[in-house]
C-alpha cells in the first residue's frame, strides 16, 4: 500500500493540544498524504483525577468507533510525541494483549517519547508548574499522569515490563516485531535556547526529556543478594523486542522544534545553528519511517540511523558549533533501582556509590566519578525506594577511565548499603549494621559484562538478605 492512502493518527503529549501539530501534518500533505486521511487526536492531560491508562482507555473506545463506522482503516500508523507515547503503549498493551495481530497500529513514530519518564515531570508538579502550566485551569497541572511521568514512577515500571522487558516469572507476550508494531524513536539532543525555557534544560536532553529516557530499547537486571554464589547474582533480563527499535537522536532540535519539520511555527525557530541539511533531516527520517515497506528495510533503518544520525551527533562533541556546548551532545544513561528484602518488602532507605573497585581506591578518579559522571540523583515522590540515577557515558570513557592508573581494569562497581529497619535485624550480616555489597556492573571492552549502555535506560530490581539477630529466637533444654 502506498504511504500516501495511509491514515495517520497524530497525538501529542502533555499540556498541549492537537494544534500544536497542524504544521506536522501540513507537512505531510505536502509530501503525498492525503490530508483527508490525517487525523489529529486531543486529549485532556492537565486535570488531576486523570491517568494515563484512562487517556489510553479512552482513545482505544475513540478508535473502535471510528473503526466500526468505516471511518478508520483496519491499518493505520500514528505519531505520537511526548507522554503520547506512554498513551500508545498502554493503549496496545492493555487493548491487544495476548493478540497484537489484531492491533490496527502497523508503524509507531515516536517523538521524543517520554517512555521512561521526565525530569520535568516533577517540576510540573511544584510552584514553577503551577504557575506555568496551570494558570488556565484552575491550578490543575494533571497530577495523575504527571506522577506517571516521573522518574523511575512505578507506571513505568509496570509498562516498561508490559511491552519491553521480560523478567523471571513474567508472560512471554510480545508487541513490536515483523508480525507486529513497528515502532520508530526520534529525539533532539539540543536544548531550549529561549530565554525562559532555558530553566529547565538539562544536558543530553531535549529540554524536556532526556534521550535515553526517549529510547524505547531498554535493559533489565535482578541482583541478588540473598543468593549465596555471586556468580548467580545478576540474572538479566529477556527482552520482549525482536528487533532493536530505530533510535535517531537529532543535534539541533529541541523537544518543541521535533513536531515541526520545516519550523514553520516561529517559537520553534531557535537560535541554534544548522545547515539545510541539517533542518531538512527531522522531515527525511519521518517520511522514511512512515514509508517503511517490510521488517527487513525496518532493519536497515535501525542500523542506519544508529550510524549516519546519532553517532554523528555524539561526534559534535569534539567541535560543537558556535553557540552549542560540547556537553550537549554527550551520551547518558539512566539507572532506575528499585530495592526489596528477600520477602520482597520495599527498602527505602539505601545508598548506592559506585568505585573502581571494592576497596575505594583511586581516589581522584572517584570524586571525578561522583561528581562529574554522575550528574544527577533523583527519589521518586510516590515510593522513596525508587531511584533514578543519570550518568554522562561520555564523561565515564572520556574522563573516569582515563583517570585510573595504568594496567586498571576500567571496571565498574555498585556498592549498597541499607539502613537497618531496627534493633533486631539487619541487611546483609547478623549483628552489624551499615553492612554493604558490591557487584560489578560495567567492564569496558568485555562484551559479555559491558552491560551499562548509551542511550539507555536501566532497570535495576535489587533483592538484599534480611537478617533477624539471634535473640530474635533461641531454644533452651527444659530443666525438670
Avoid at 539532543?189 to 531535549?206: F, T
Avoid at 556468580?231 to 527482552?239: A, N
Avoid at 561526534?315 to 553557540?323: F, K, Q, S, T, V
Wanted: aromatic residues 10%; contains cysteine; negative net charge.
Amino acid at each position: 500500500m502506498p504511504a500516501a492512502a495511509r491514515q495517520v493518527l497524530i497525538v501529542h503529549g502533555w499540556s498541549d493540544t492537537s494544534k500544536s501539530f497542524r504544521a506536522l501534518a501540513r507537512f505531510l500533505a505536502d509530501h503525498g498524504y492525503d490530508a483527508r486521511l490525517l487525523w489529529l487526536g486531543d486529549y485532556i492531560s492537565r486535570d488531576d483525577d486523570l491517568r494515563v491508562e484512562d487517556v489510553a482507555r479512552r482513545m482505544g473506545e475513540v478508535i473502535d468507533e471510528r473503526m466500526a463506522k468505516g471511518e478508520l482503516d483496519k491499518s493505520f500508523d500514528m505519531i505520537v510525541h511526548s507522554t503520547g507515547g506512554l498513551v500508545a503503549r498502554a493503549w496496545l498493551t492493555a487493548r491487544y494483549r495476548g493478540m497484537t495481530e489484531q492491533c490496527p497500529m502497523k508503524r509507531l513514530l515516536m517523538l521524543a517519547p517520554a517512555n521512561h519518564g521526565s525530569k520535568l515531570a516533577a517540576t510540573g508538579k511544584s510552584l514553577l508548574g503551577r504557575v506555568v502550566k496551570g494558570y488556565d485551569n484552575w491550578f490543575h497541572t494533571g497530577q495523575g499522569i504527571l506522577d506517571d511521568l516521573e522518574l523511575a514512577s512505578p507506571y513505568q515500571w509496570e509498562l516498561a515490563q508490559r511491552d519491553i522487558l521480560m523478567p523471571i516469572g513474567s508472560g512471554n507476550e510480545r508487541y513490536y516485531g515483523a508480525d507486529r508494531v513497528w515502532p520508530f524513536v526520534i529525539v533532539g539532543s539540543h536544548p531550549y535556547a529561549g530565554m525562559l525555557r532555558q530553566i529547565v534544560n538539562e544536558d543530553g536532553s531535549d529540554g524536556t526529556v532526556r534521550v535515553c529516557a526517549a529510547n524505547l530499547n531498554a535493559r533489565g537486571v535482578t541482583i541478588d543478594f540473598s543468593r549465596p554464589d555471586p556468580q548467580d547474582q545478576f540474572v538479566e533480563w529477556d527482552s520482549r523486542i525482536e528487533c532493536e527499535v530505530p533510535l535517531a537522536v537529532l543535534p539541533t532540535r529541541t523537544h518543541g522544534s521535533i513536531v515541526d519539520p520545516e519550523r514553520a511555527d516561529g517559537s520553534n525557530r531557535e537560535d541554534i545553528a544548522e545547515t539545510a541539511d541539517e533542518k531538512a533531516l527531522l522531515g527525511k527520517l519521518i517520511l522514511e519511517a512512515l514509508g517503511c515497506p517490510s521488517f527487513d528495510a525496518y532493519r536497515a533503518i535501525r542500523q542506519r540511523w544508529d550510524d549516519e544520525v546519532t553517532e554523528k551527533t555524539a561526534e559534535r562533541r569534539l567541535a560543537p558549533p558556535d553557540g552549542s556546548k560540547a556537553d550537549y551532545f554527550h551520551q547518558y544513561f539512566q539507572l532506575n533501582t528499585y530495592v526489596v528484602d528477600n520477602h520482597g518488602k520495599p527498602v527505602g532507605d539505601y545508598f548506592l556509590e559506585f568505585f573502581s573497585d571494592t576497596r575505594k581506591a583511586h581516589e581522584a578518579a572517584n570524586v571525578f566519578l561522583h561528581g562529574e559522571v554522575i550528574e544527577d540523583v533523583k527519589k521518586n515522590t510516590r515510593d522513596p525506594g525508587l531511584r533514578n540515577l543519570y550518568f554522562d557515558r561520555t564523561d565515564l570513557y572520556d574522563g573516569y577511565y582515563r583517570l585510573l592508573p595504568k594496567n586498571t581494569p576500567p571496571v565498574l562497581y555498585m556498592s549498597i548499603s541499607a539502613a537497618s529497619p531496627g534493633k533486631n535485624v539487619s541487611y546483609f550480616e547478623r549483628e552489624k549494621m551499615g553492612a554493604e555489597a558490591w557487584v560489578p556492573v560495567h567492564l569496558h571492552g568485555d562484551s559479555s559484562r559491558c552491560w551499562l549502555r548509551r542511550n539507555t535506560t536501566h532497570y535495576l530490581k535489587i533483592i538484599i538478605p534480611r537478617m533477624p539477630a539471634t535473640d530474635v529466637f533461641k531454644l533452651a533444654r527444659f530443666q525438670p
